[in-house]
């Protein structure tokens, strides 16, 4: 048996028959997604097939109306979202969810609140229980932030960052929340091509060094092609073609469904 169907027969996560439907929309038609221990999955399809529903659904911010969702052994299908990301989900937005008020490194630091083992009231007293702990915490912020390129930028302000860089800091405070899965949506969007390059790496050592595995919601092909092991394609709701990547990208029926919705330069390039 391979490594690959090794990992399979284990999946991290496992959605089974997902269907989600807002009025008359089936926005997620009988979909099953699965992403092995360490795998990089990528979802994509045209405008409005169902992807941001899926991830959705995934971190239980939106219940589905049938099917199965198990994460690590566990079915989470009625598991709250906060208990998902305790469980070990966690996502980052197409559109940027930041404490705008906050440093850098304070935005960080709000990814372990989930995790902290010592309460609030030992906070507020400060007891060295709850110092000690927090001062772990920072120095594994600051060790992400270097990793990340962004240690020069921990006590700013996080808008004093480019909208490059805020995205760069949300995937490290995914990280420093040390998720068994990365939900990203997007996160090469409205980045300049060497920064590109360097997020390819990046989500390629949270990977390998961190071993997190990942589903990556992308439009730039290029990112698919460079980082994802197998591609889920939707359309309309419903997985069309499954597989490798360069298998995917020439699958008629992919290339009808993005051709008939409007294939865009960017997802060809
Ligand atoms: N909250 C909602 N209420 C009503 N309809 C919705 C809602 N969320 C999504 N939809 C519909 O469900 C379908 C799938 O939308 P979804 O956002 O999941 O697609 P997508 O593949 O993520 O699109 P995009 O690539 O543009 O982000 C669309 O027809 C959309 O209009």
Redesign the pocket.
Known sequence: MTETETNMTRPVLEARGIVRR??G?T?VDGVDVTVGQGEIVGLI?P????????VNLLTGELAPDKGTIRFAGKDITGVAPYRRARLGIARSF?MLRMFTSMSVEDNMLTATHIHMKRGLLSSLLNLPSARAEEDEVRARARDLLAMFELEQFAGRPVTALSIGQQRMVELARGVLSGPKLFLLDEPAAGLAPPNVDRLIALIKRMRDEFGISILLIEHDMRVVRELCDRVVV?DS?ELIAEGHPETVVNDPAVIEAYIGKGWSRRAQA
Request: charged fraction near 5%; aromatic fraction near 6%.
């Open positions: 807002f009025g929309i926005a399809g405008n409005g097939s169902g992807k941001s529903t899926m197409q939707l709701g």
